[in-house]
Nanobody, 125 residues
Framework: QVQLVESGGGLVQAGGSLRLSCAAS????????MGWFRQAPGKEREFVAA??????????ADSVKGRFTISRDNANAKNTVYLQMNSLKPEDTAVYYC????????????????WGQGTQVTVSS
């Protein structure tokens, strides 16, 4: 199993930007489709973005399309997935998590049942 550690969250004003990182351990990282999810207080965890093994294909939730960009670095053992978040809105406030994705292609189903601690993003109005 790949171990995942999220970082990069913080407090930002509406319209601002943040870049989240997800550091993965394990030599099999390159074989996984990876994704970002988020959970706001009192709400279910929801899919945000996915990226293919090579990084050549991406998928986004409608709510973040055009504002967020997912990328990954498979080289030099960095094993990291990024989420660049621009034009942030108060409704983007949530704890953000990464996970590998289950199934073929760019699915939205997390592979692992256990989640990391996530990283808190708070957007003030």
């Amino acid at each position: 199993q790949v171990q995942l550690v999220e970082s990069g969250g913080g407090l930002v004003q509406a319209g601002g930007s943040l870049r989240l990182s997800c550091a993965a351990s394990g030599r099999t990282f390159k074989s996984y489709v990876m994704g970002w999810f988020r959970q706001a207080p009192g709400k279910e965890r929801e899919f945000v973005a996915a990226i293919s093994q090579s990084g050549g294909s991406t998928k986004y939730a409608d709510s973040v399309k055009g504002r967020f960009t997912i990328s990954r670095d498979n080289a030099n053992a960095k094993n990291t997935v990024y989420l660049q978040m621009n034009s942030l809105k108060p409704e983007d406030t949530a704890v953000y998590y990464c996970n590998a994705l289950r199934g073929l292609g760019l699915t939205t189903t997390p592979l692992y049942d256990s989640w990391g601690q996530g990283t808190q993003v708070t957007v003030s109005s």
